[in-house]
Nanobody
Framework: QVQLVEFGGGLVQSGGSLRLSCAASGRTFSSSTMGWFRQSPGKEREFVAAISSSGGSTYYADSVKGRFTISRDNAKNTVYLQMNSLKPEDTAVYYC???????????????????WGQGTQVTVSS
């Protein structure tokens, strides 16, 4: 069992930056692939980024590539999402998710993740 809690959301102007954190409980964090998803009103939840259990591999949605960076600190049971050059279309509730490292591929598929945080709101004003 893994419990996830996100921190760091807020209101920022277009072009600004935010760093989201996701703190995980449980001893399985270091063996979990971690992902960030987001959902805005009236839209389906969409993939943002994912990182392998070791941190050696990262994956990004095309819409955030070059602007967002996912990282993790297994000693602190925490995964991060550094968001730069934010745009109004990045406005959404951001969710942290976890799944076993033994699940292969499909990093962008929310159905392949077993555990979810409660979400944190990110609002980018124009």
């Amino acid at each position: 069992q893994v419990q996830l809690v996100e921190f760091g959301g807020g209101l920022v102007q277009s072009g600004g930056s935010l760093r989201l954190s996701c703190a995980a409980s449980g001893r399985t964090f270091s063996s979990s692939t971690m992902g960030w998803f987001r959902q805005s009103p009236g839209k389906e939840r969409e993939f943002v980024a994912a990182i392998s259990s070791s941190g050696g591999s990262t994956y990004y949605a095309d819409s955030v590539k070059g602007r967002f960076t996912i990282s993790r600190d297994n000693a602190k049971n925490t995964v991060y999402l550094q968001m730069n050059s934010l745009k109004p279309e990045d406005t959404a509730v951001y969710y942290c998710a976890a799944r076993s490292l033994y699940i292969v591929g499909g990093y962008e598929d929310s159905k392949k993740y077993d555990y979810w945080g409660q979400g944190t709101q990110v609002t980018v004003s124009s």
